[in-house]
Protein backbone atom coordinates (compact mmCIF):
# COMPACT_ATOMS: atom_id res chain seq x y z
CA UNK A 1 0.00 0.00 0.00
CA UNK A 2 2.61 2.06 0.15
CA UNK A 3 3.41 2.32 -3.33
CA UNK A 4 -0.67 3.72 -3.79
CA UNK A 5 -0.43 7.48 -5.66
CA UNK A 6 -2.37 10.36 -4.77
CA UNK A 7 -4.17 10.22 -7.92
CA UNK A 8 -5.45 6.68 -7.58
CA UNK A 9 -7.33 7.81 -4.50
CA UNK A 10 -8.33 10.68 -5.68
CA UNK A 11 -10.12 8.54 -8.32
CA UNK A 12 -11.30 5.83 -6.34
CA UNK A 13 -13.35 8.82 -4.73
CA UNK A 14 -14.86 10.17 -7.66
CA UNK A 15 -15.75 6.81 -9.10
CA UNK A 16 -17.63 6.40 -5.78
CA UNK A 17 -19.00 9.67 -6.11
CA UNK A 18 -19.83 9.17 -9.79
CA UNK A 19 -21.47 5.66 -8.73
CA UNK A 20 -23.65 7.58 -5.81
CA UNK A 21 -24.84 10.01 -8.16
CA UNK A 22 -26.02 7.51 -10.87
CA UNK A 23 -27.90 5.17 -7.78
CA UNK A 24 -29.84 8.64 -6.38
CA UNK A 25 -31.01 9.65 -9.75
CA UNK A 26 -32.73 6.08 -10.60
CA UNK A 27 -36.40 6.01 -10.41
CA UNK A 28 -37.88 3.28 -8.16
CA UNK A 29 -34.35 1.71 -7.31
CA UNK A 30 -34.86 -0.75 -4.57
CA UNK A 31 -32.80 -1.63 -1.53
CA UNK A 32 -30.31 -3.70 -3.28
CA UNK A 33 -28.22 -1.06 -5.22
CA UNK A 34 -28.46 0.97 -1.83
CA UNK A 35 -26.59 -1.78 0.03
CA UNK A 36 -23.85 -2.04 -3.08
CA UNK A 37 -23.10 1.41 -2.58
CA UNK A 38 -22.53 1.12 1.26
CA UNK A 39 -20.41 -1.71 0.92
CA UNK A 40 -18.26 0.05 -1.61
CA UNK A 41 -18.00 3.34 0.00
CA UNK A 42 -16.67 1.28 3.57
CA UNK A 43 -14.28 -0.63 2.06
CA UNK A 44 -13.25 2.95 -0.14
CA UNK A 45 -12.83 4.17 3.71
CA UNK A 46 -10.66 1.29 4.81
CA UNK A 47 -8.31 1.28 2.11
CA UNK A 48 -7.80 5.20 2.52
CA UNK A 49 -7.23 4.51 5.81
CA UNK A 50 -4.50 2.34 5.11
CA UNK A 51 -3.02 4.43 2.10
CA UNK A 52 -3.20 7.44 5.39
CA UNK A 53 -0.60 4.83 7.75
CA UNK A 54 1.21 3.69 5.10
CA UNK A 55 1.55 6.16 2.42
CA UNK A 56 3.97 9.45 1.86
CA UNK A 57 2.70 12.95 2.65
CA UNK A 58 1.23 13.59 -0.71
CA UNK A 59 -0.62 10.15 -0.13
CA UNK A 60 -1.79 11.00 3.64
CA UNK A 61 -3.19 14.46 1.87
CA UNK A 62 -5.37 12.68 -0.18
CA UNK A 63 -6.13 9.96 2.59
CA UNK A 64 -6.82 12.44 4.54
CA UNK A 65 -9.06 14.48 2.20
CA UNK A 66 -11.34 11.73 0.94
CA UNK A 67 -12.25 10.43 4.18
CA UNK A 68 -13.15 13.76 5.18
CA UNK A 69 -15.31 13.92 2.38
CA UNK A 70 -16.39 10.44 2.48
CA UNK A 71 -15.62 8.86 5.87
CA UNK A 72 -17.02 11.60 8.72
CA UNK A 73 -19.04 8.74 10.16
CA UNK A 74 -16.28 6.30 10.98
CA UNK A 75 -12.92 8.35 11.40
CA UNK A 76 -12.95 10.05 14.30
CA UNK A 77 -10.28 8.87 15.96
CA UNK A 78 -8.20 9.20 12.78
CA UNK A 79 -8.96 12.68 12.98
CA UNK A 80 -7.93 12.90 16.13
CA UNK A 81 -4.76 11.61 15.91
CA UNK A 82 -4.00 14.09 12.56
CA UNK A 83 -3.84 16.46 14.65
CA UNK A 84 -0.28 15.97 15.06
CA UNK A 85 0.44 14.57 11.50
CA UNK A 86 3.47 16.52 10.39
CA UNK A 87 2.32 17.54 7.37
CA UNK A 88 0.07 21.03 7.71
CA UNK A 89 -2.70 19.95 5.51
CA UNK A 90 -3.48 16.83 6.53
CA UNK A 91 -3.66 18.73 10.15
CA UNK A 92 -6.08 21.06 8.46
CA UNK A 93 -7.91 18.75 6.75
CA UNK A 94 -8.23 16.84 9.92
CA UNK A 95 -9.44 19.89 11.55
CA UNK A 96 -11.71 20.80 9.55
CA UNK A 97 -13.57 16.86 9.52
CA UNK A 98 -13.98 17.37 13.33
CA UNK A 99 -15.63 20.39 13.11
CA UNK A 100 -18.19 18.79 10.91
CA UNK A 101 -18.52 15.71 13.31
CA UNK A 102 -18.72 18.09 16.31
CA UNK A 103 -18.00 14.96 19.17
CA UNK A 104 -16.75 16.01 22.53
CA UNK A 105 -14.14 13.52 22.20
CA UNK A 106 -12.28 16.05 19.69
CA UNK A 107 -12.65 19.31 21.66
CA UNK A 108 -9.65 19.03 23.87
CA UNK A 109 -7.72 18.35 20.79
CA UNK A 110 -8.78 21.16 18.98
CA UNK A 111 -7.93 23.57 21.91
CA UNK A 112 -4.28 22.00 21.92
CA UNK A 113 -4.30 22.58 18.09
CA UNK A 114 -4.80 26.54 18.53
CA UNK A 115 -1.18 26.78 19.06
CA UNK A 116 -0.14 25.00 15.75
CA UNK A 117 2.26 26.97 14.14
CA UNK A 118 1.25 26.84 11.31
CA UNK A 119 -1.89 29.69 10.49
CA UNK A 120 -3.57 27.47 7.97
CA UNK A 121 -4.32 24.85 10.98
CA UNK A 122 -5.20 27.49 13.64
CA UNK A 123 -7.46 28.71 11.40
CA UNK A 124 -9.25 25.85 10.88
CA UNK A 125 -8.84 24.19 14.27
CA UNK A 126 -10.57 28.04 15.47
CA UNK A 127 -13.52 27.25 13.16
CA UNK A 128 -13.97 23.74 14.16
CA UNK A 129 -14.74 25.11 17.33
CA UNK A 130 -17.17 27.62 16.21
CA UNK A 131 -18.98 24.90 14.92
CA UNK A 132 -19.88 23.49 18.12
CA UNK A 133 -22.81 24.41 20.28
CA UNK A 134 -21.19 27.24 22.66
CA UNK A 135 -22.65 24.96 25.87
CA UNK A 136 -20.23 22.27 24.63
CA UNK A 137 -16.94 23.97 24.38
CA UNK A 138 -17.02 27.26 26.77
CA UNK A 139 -15.82 25.76 30.01
CA UNK A 140 -12.95 23.90 27.85
CA UNK A 141 -12.08 27.32 26.11
CA UNK A 142 -12.58 28.90 30.17
CA UNK A 143 -10.11 25.98 31.64
CA UNK A 144 -7.58 26.90 28.28
CA UNK A 145 -7.41 30.30 29.92
CA UNK A 146 -4.97 28.57 32.47
CA UNK A 147 -3.32 26.96 30.13
CA UNK A 148 0.55 26.86 30.50
CA UNK A 149 1.05 27.79 26.35
CA UNK A 150 0.19 31.46 25.97
CA UNK A 151 -0.84 31.00 22.59
CA UNK A 152 -3.70 28.77 23.48
CA UNK A 153 -4.12 31.26 26.30
CA UNK A 154 -4.57 34.10 23.57
CA UNK A 155 -7.06 32.38 21.34
CA UNK A 156 -9.12 30.59 23.99
CA UNK A 157 -9.50 33.92 24.97
CA UNK A 158 -10.48 35.53 21.13
CA UNK A 159 -12.80 32.57 20.84
CA UNK A 160 -14.82 33.27 23.88
CA UNK A 161 -14.94 37.27 22.76
CA UNK A 162 -16.56 36.08 19.34
CA UNK A 163 -18.66 33.24 20.61
CA UNK A 164 -20.57 36.12 22.67
CA UNK A 165 -21.70 34.28 26.26
CA UNK A 166 -22.03 36.87 28.68
CA UNK A 167 -21.55 34.39 31.42
CA UNK A 168 -17.36 34.47 30.75
CA UNK A 169 -16.90 37.84 31.88
CA UNK A 170 -15.37 37.37 34.85
CA UNK A 171 -13.04 34.42 33.09
CA UNK A 172 -12.05 37.39 30.81
CA UNK A 173 -11.66 39.76 33.16
CA UNK A 174 -8.75 37.79 35.18
CA UNK A 175 -7.37 37.33 31.86
CA UNK A 176 -6.51 41.44 31.74
CA UNK A 177 -4.13 40.75 34.39
CA UNK A 178 -2.03 37.81 32.46
CA UNK A 179 1.45 37.97 32.28
CA UNK A 180 1.45 37.78 28.67
CA UNK A 181 0.73 40.75 27.02
CA UNK A 182 -1.04 39.54 24.02
CA UNK A 183 -3.09 37.38 26.08
CA UNK A 184 -4.12 40.70 28.02
CA UNK A 185 -5.16 42.19 24.36
CA UNK A 186 -7.13 39.54 23.68
CA UNK A 187 -8.43 39.96 26.87
CA UNK A 188 -9.73 43.53 25.99
CA UNK A 189 -10.58 42.81 22.88
CA UNK A 190 -13.11 39.88 24.02
CA UNK A 191 -14.20 42.81 26.44
CA UNK A 192 -14.59 45.45 23.58
CA UNK A 193 -17.24 42.77 21.41
CA UNK A 194 -19.33 41.23 24.67
CA UNK A 195 -19.95 44.85 26.13
CA UNK A 196 -20.66 43.73 29.32
CA UNK A 197 -21.00 46.83 32.05
CA UNK A 198 -19.59 44.68 35.05
CA UNK A 199 -15.71 45.16 32.46
CA UNK A 200 -16.00 48.80 32.66
CA UNK A 201 -13.60 49.65 35.91
CA UNK A 202 -11.09 46.64 34.42
CA UNK A 203 -10.62 48.25 31.14
CA UNK A 204 -10.14 51.40 32.84
CA UNK A 205 -7.38 49.81 34.82
CA UNK A 206 -6.41 48.58 31.62
CA UNK A 207 -5.52 52.11 30.53
CA UNK A 208 -2.67 51.88 32.51
CA UNK A 209 -1.22 48.39 31.13
CA UNK A 210 2.55 48.59 30.55
CA UNK A 211 1.71 47.28 26.75
CA UNK A 212 0.49 50.32 24.39
CA UNK A 213 -1.71 47.86 22.55
CA UNK A 214 -3.85 46.71 25.01
CA UNK A 215 -4.14 50.58 26.22
CA UNK A 216 -5.02 51.18 22.58
CA UNK A 217 -7.78 48.41 22.59
CA UNK A 218 -8.89 49.28 26.23
CA UNK A 219 -9.41 53.31 25.19
CA UNK A 220 -11.41 51.45 22.12
CA UNK A 221 -13.49 49.31 24.14
CA UNK A 222 -14.60 52.47 26.93
CA UNK A 223 -15.29 54.59 23.81
CA UNK A 224 -17.58 51.74 22.24
CA UNK A 225 -19.42 51.63 25.67
CA UNK A 226 -20.36 55.06 26.21
CA UNK A 227 -20.15 54.74 30.00
CA UNK A 228 -19.32 58.15 31.88
CA UNK A 229 -17.22 56.32 34.34
CA UNK A 230 -14.79 56.54 31.71
CA UNK A 231 -15.05 60.17 30.67
CA UNK A 232 -12.30 61.16 33.32
CA UNK A 233 -9.62 58.19 32.83
CA UNK A 234 -9.98 59.16 29.03
CA UNK A 235 -9.39 62.82 29.48
CA UNK A 236 -6.19 62.06 31.84
CA UNK A 237 -4.94 59.92 29.37
CA UNK A 238 -5.82 62.27 26.44
CA UNK A 239 -3.11 64.43 27.97
CA UNK A 240 -0.82 62.21 29.64
CA UNK A 241 -0.30 60.23 26.67
CA UNK A 242 0.70 61.84 23.24
CA UNK A 243 0.46 58.43 21.30
CA UNK A 244 -3.29 57.37 22.03
CA UNK A 245 -4.55 61.34 21.76
CA UNK A 246 -6.35 60.67 18.59
CA UNK A 247 -7.55 57.74 19.79
CA UNK A 248 -8.85 59.26 23.10
CA UNK A 249 -10.44 62.12 21.63
CA UNK A 250 -12.35 59.68 19.47
CA UNK A 251 -13.45 57.53 22.63
CA UNK A 252 -14.62 60.87 24.33
CA UNK A 253 -16.42 61.62 20.95
CA UNK A 254 -18.24 58.67 21.62
CA UNK A 255 -19.42 58.94 24.86
CA UNK A 256 -20.02 62.65 25.02
CA UNK A 257 -21.01 64.00 21.42
CA UNK A 258 -19.10 66.28 18.81
CA UNK A 259 -20.16 69.39 21.30
CA UNK A 260 -17.28 68.42 23.42
CA UNK A 261 -14.26 68.02 20.96
CA UNK A 262 -13.71 72.01 21.09
CA UNK A 263 -13.06 71.62 25.20
CA UNK A 264 -10.58 68.91 24.84
CA UNK A 265 -8.38 71.07 21.66
CA UNK A 266 -8.26 74.11 24.48
CA UNK A 267 -7.27 71.71 26.59
CA UNK A 268 -4.51 69.98 24.84
CA UNK A 269 -3.50 73.62 24.07
CA UNK A 270 -4.12 74.91 27.33
CA UNK A 271 -2.01 71.80 28.95
CA UNK A 272 1.32 72.85 26.17
CA UNK A 273 1.06 76.16 27.21
CA UNK A 274 1.55 74.83 30.79
CA UNK A 275 4.01 72.81 30.16
CA UNK A 276 6.62 75.04 28.19
CA UNK A 277 5.41 77.81 31.48
CA UNK A 278 6.21 75.18 33.69
CA UNK A 279 9.65 74.09 32.06
CA UNK A 280 10.70 77.58 31.48
CA UNK A 281 9.97 78.06 35.45
CA UNK A 282 11.83 75.38 36.88
CA UNK A 283 15.02 76.11 34.53
CA UNK A 284 14.74 79.54 35.70
CA UNK A 285 15.33 78.59 38.85
CA UNK A 286 18.13 75.92 38.42
CA UNK A 287 20.26 79.10 36.86
CA UNK A 288 19.77 81.46 39.73
CA UNK A 289 20.68 78.51 42.03
CA UNK A 290 24.04 78.59 39.90
CA UNK A 291 24.21 82.28 39.74
CA UNK A 292 23.74 81.32 35.76
CA UNK A 293 21.32 83.59 33.90
CA UNK A 294 18.67 81.77 31.09
CA UNK A 295 20.64 84.38 28.74
CA UNK A 296 24.12 82.85 29.13
CA UNK A 297 22.81 79.53 28.99
CA UNK A 298 21.13 80.06 25.55
CA UNK A 299 23.94 81.89 24.20
CA UNK A 300 25.91 79.67 22.63
CA UNK A 301 23.22 77.64 21.01
CA UNK A 302 22.44 80.79 19.66
CA UNK A 303 25.98 81.35 18.23
CA UNK A 304 25.74 78.00 16.73
CA UNK A 305 22.57 78.40 15.02
CA UNK A 306 23.72 81.75 13.63
CA UNK A 307 26.46 80.36 12.03
CA UNK A 308 24.43 77.66 10.39
Not at 91 to 118: Q, T
Request: proline fraction near 4%; glycine fraction near 4%.
Amino acid sequence: MSILESQRIDNLIQFLDRIETEITEIIDVDIKPKETIEALRLEVIEVLKIAYNEGDSTVRRSAMYGLSKIGLDRSLELFIAALNDPDEHVRGWAAEALGKLKSPRAISSLIKALADENHYVCFNACNALKHYPPKAIISHLVKALQDADCIIRRRACKLLGEIGEQGVIEAIISALKDEDPGVRYEAAEALRKLKNPTSILPLVSALYDPNQDVQAVAIMALGNFGDDRAIEPLVSMLIEQKNHRHACIEALKNICGEDCLELLFELIRSSKKLTIEASRIILENIYVQRNTSLEDVNEPYQRVGNSC
